[in-house]
């Protein structure tokens, strides 16, 4: 149990187990949504278009702004994407790379250009260590007000998401739908941004539902499914990362893919057991 306790004695390390928790909750709760939705692309290309703002903030505010920074590009990007996706010459998945590629550039020549003796992997893998009480109050608010969207809107993505034409028939507007996911998928990679970074972002937006999906079929059940292992996977890491004095972003990323491929072949394993077990019983019949 001592094992368990010790990387979170110090006040810092506190902090950082709180944005954990939070990162831990609200990835798979939009992840489910991206996942079902099949915009694992754009999580991913999101993640590394906050790279932008990111600088920006911190060569004009400092390192107090890089959340807002970030949460501004995030939200730039999701408006751009949306604009342009009415256009229905252009492929969902073209307008993304067209956005993303580009504003991952903007942020690689904006760093650049900063004078500062702060590394660039910072940015890139994460600074869990580093954040302080006002990252934790923003983490806090965005991670609030995002949970409490899903929550009141969830039959309405629901619908919108597996049948878009009924949800518009009951009255749904699908399009200002689509645009608030977006956001929120802007809003769930800023508070991913401290944790894992710009570059590793996507695998707890996807790794936990895609583990949970392995066992699951209903949303609900997904969701809550993937809450419990996101939880798992970033406190797990943390924990790892403390005692094996490794850095906790690439650290948890790891753990997700572990976790994923050992359920994957415990999943694989089961059905192939039933279907073994099926094919018995039809044979003696």
């Not at 306790?5 to 949504?33: K, Y």
């Not at 991952?104 to 302080?132: C, D, P, R, Y």
């Not at 009951?170 to 739908?177: A, H, P, S």
Request: hydrophobic content about 50%; charged content about 10%.
């Amino acid at each position: 149990m001592q094992w368990l306790l010790d990387p979170f004695q110090s006040d810092f390390s506190q902090r950082a187990a709180l944005v954990c928790v939070m990162v831990g909750i609200l990835s798979p709760v939009v992840g489910t949504w991206i996942s079902l939705r099949r915009l694992s692309y754009l999580g991913d290309s999101m993640s590394h278009s906050l790279l932008g703002g990111v600088a920006l903030a911190f060569a004009w505010f400092g390192t107090n702004a890089i959340l807002l920074g970030a949460l501004i590009a995030g939200i730039f990007m999701a408006v751009v994407i949306h604009y342009l996706s009415q256009n229905r010459r252009l492929a969902h998945d073209s307008i993304i790379a067209v956005v993303g590629s580009g504003m991952f550039a903007f942020g690689v020549l904006a760093l650049n250009k900063i004078e500062t003796s702060v590394s660039l992997s910072h940015f890139l893998f994460g600074q869990l260590l580093t954040v302080n009480s006002l990252d934790v109050w923003i983490t806090a608010a965005l991670t609030i007000c995002s949970l409490i969207f899903v929550w009141l809107r969830f039959d309405d993505l629901k619908f919108s998401t597996f049948d878009r034409d009924h949800a518009t028939q009951v009255g749904i507007n699908v399009q200002k739908l689509d645009a608030a996911l977006l956001i929120l998928l802007a809003i769930c990679v800023v508070v991913c941004l401290s944790t894992v970074g710009t570059v590793l972002t996507v695998s707890l937006l996807i790794t936990p539902t895609s583990t949970a999906r392995l066992f699951f079929n209903t949303v609900s059940t997904i969701t809550k499914a993937s809450i419990a292992i996101g939880l798992i996977e970033v406190l797990g890491g943390f924990i790892v990362a403390y005692h094996a004095d490794l850095p906790p972003g690439p650290t948890i990323t790891l753990g997700t893919t572990v976790i994923f491929i050992v359920a994957y072949v415990i999943q694989y394993a089961t059905s192939e057991r039933t279907y073994i077990q099926h094919s018995h019983k039809h044979e003696h019949h």
